[in-house]
């Protein structure tokens, strides 16, 4: 459970960006449930509490529970509490998630994943603010604005009879769809710089003297497919091994497992023997055919892309980050070669 103070404000000055915070103002002062979607790592439960503090009810708790965390049978006793005896464990009677947010704000991360049996009383809580804690035939009552979020496409679940199409519809009163990072234009330099800052400032270091062009390339050229939470994470894992901190961030760690430069032909060990791939065509003998420029280039980037997929044991990030490309740039060369795509 989490009872949050004053959240931090969003940081991002793109246009889609802007438009999502102008849409969540708008929303905030609103009595009704609010779905977030967006993507991992989009920053859902940071919208989710900006719309709690700008509500009527920001000086009321906001609390948290992540659906996916729990088993169904701990998620409703989570969400709705227990009455004593009503499983094994249960040796006194304890609240849940709702009867916490009284008079504030529930927000419901991984909505997804609730069952279906919790998706049947979480429209009841939600539809007319009752429910009955489990093992009890007491109903309560309470005053809780709902937020919802995930980063599965609900209707398509509803369509397909995996998630309660009138629990969508109760929840969908408005739709909050936080745009991706790749989406966000200068945002990703903004929030490198921001996250530079600050962990520099953890450090304890005096200031932090800004990134290398190659490594302002490096930021803007990556896809980020884990979003914010992805770029935060590199951006303090490379100032952290920054050799010279005195001097301009010269690389980059995006991939964590990537091997160091003095270590790049070197697999990194794992159990059972590195399988064979065999390179299609003329790449096998290392030897570009002659007389046909296009095709000596298609068989030599067929060899370079079978030597990093064996020498990683086929994990692509690494094999895209040996060949110093991002992982979409890998993708798409390695399409161009159909057999190392069934290898």
Known sequence: MAI????????????????????VSRLAPLDRPVLVVGERGTGKELIAARLAYLS????????????????ETLLDSELFGHEAGAFTSASR??????????GGTLFLDEIATASFAVQEKL???????????????ET??????????????????????????????RLAFDVVRLPPLRARGGDIVLLAQHFAARMTAALGRAYFPGFA???????????????????????????????????????VVIDPFAPPPGQADVPRPLAGPAPAIAPPDDAASGEAPSGDLRAALHALEARLLAEALAATRFNQRRAAARLGLSYDQFRQHLRHHPALLRA
């Not at 103070?5 to 849409?23: C, I, Q, V, Y």
């Not at 009321?60 to 729990?70: G, I, Q, Y």
């Not at 490594?215 to 990556?222: G, M, N, Q, S």
């Open 4 to 23: 949050s103070p004053t959240p931090p404000t969003p940081l991002g000055e793109s246009a889609a960006f802007l438009d999502m915070l102008a849409h």
């Open 123 to 137: 429209l009841r809580a939600i539809e007319y603010g009752s429910f009955a804690r489990v093992g009890g035939n």
């Open 140 to 169: 309560l009552s309470v005053d809780v604005r709902v937020i919802a979020a995930t980063n599965a496409d609900l209707p398509a679940l509803a369509e397909a009879g995996r998630f309660r199409p009138d629990l969508l519809d």
């Open 56 to 71: 009527p009810r920001w000086d009321r708790p906001f609390v948290t529970l992540n659906c996916a965390a729990l088993a």
């Open 93 to 102: 009677r304890r609240a849940g998630r709702f009867e916490s947010a009284d």
């Open 213 to 251: 062009p190659a490594a302002l390339a490096a930021l803007t050229a990556y896809p980020w497919p884990g979003n914010v939470r992805e770029l935060r994470n590199a951006v303090e894992r490379s100032v952290c091994r920054a050799e010279h901190p005195e001097r301009e961030l010269a690389e």
